[in-house]
T-cell receptor, first 113, second 109 residues
């Protein structure tokens, strides 16, 4: 099976702009989670989608949003970008209705200037 | 809320030495997962432990889940340069999943 894919792999934006990141889970996986990874904070959970519904949410401001489509593909959006949003954004899919076991994509490296 | 602490944060070893990282939770976990992230890469799932006192082995890696299901360890025997990376644990209970901050392992050849 193909792994989790994320596009784009790299992005450079300026403060105030918005960005949309895309994730395609492993075929058959219905749970998709998003994480922000920075050197200082480690892996921070953003949100999880299952069957097009947001099931869990981390402690991030409302500028971070996401959605899941009927084919389980997911997107996350960050509006009004801040310098501190520079990070590696990882998408992970799970084969179960619980997200215990996560299969991560390669990530999108976002740099905000 | 649920907290998962990993120690040590960093570990530098000579190739051939053993390495152990520990994961401790503030609450009882339903299960625990271990991941490895190579420098510049993404986390890769290694294993899941579910039962109290469970021990699983993958070649030179030994994973253990504590009897109280609040801690876990990952032990690598005779490290190799290919073992370099950050090892994360994640613990779940009641559909909440928490990641530790990881242990960065560097290996001197």
């Amino acid at each position: 099976k193909a792994g989790v894919t994320q596009t784009p792999r790299y992005l450079i934006k300026t403060r105030g702009q918005q960005v949309t990141l895309s994730c395609s889970p492993i075929s058959g996986h219905r749970s998709v989670s998003w994480y922000q990874q920075t050197p200082g904070q480690g892996l921070q959970f953003l949100f999880e989608y299952f069957s097009e519904t947001q099931r869990n949410k981390g402690n991030f401001p409302g500028r971070f949003s996401g959605r899941q489509f009927s084919n389980s593909r997911s997107e996350m959006n960050v509006s009004t970008l801040e310098l501190g949003d520079s990070a590696l954004y990882l998408c992970a899919s799970s084969p179960f209705d619980r997200r215990d076991t996560q299969y991560f994509g390669p990530g999108t490296r976002l740099t905000v200037l | 809320g649920q907290q998962v602490m990993q120690i040590p944060q960093y570990q530098h070893v000579q190739e051939g030495e053993d390495f152990t990282t520990y994961c401790n939770s503030s609450t009882t976990l339903s299960n625990i997962q271990w991941y490895k992230q190579r420098p510049g890469g993404h986390p890769v799932f290694l294993i899941q432990l579910v039962k109290s006192g469970e021990v699983k082995k993958q070649k030179r890696l030994t994973f253990q889940f504590g009897e109280a299901k609040k801690n876990s360890s990952l032990h690598i025997t005779a490290t190799q340069t290919t073992d370099v990376g950050t090892y994360f644990c994640s613990g779940g209970s009641n559909y909440k999943l928490t990641f530790g901050k990881g242990t960065l392992l560097t290996v001197n050849p």
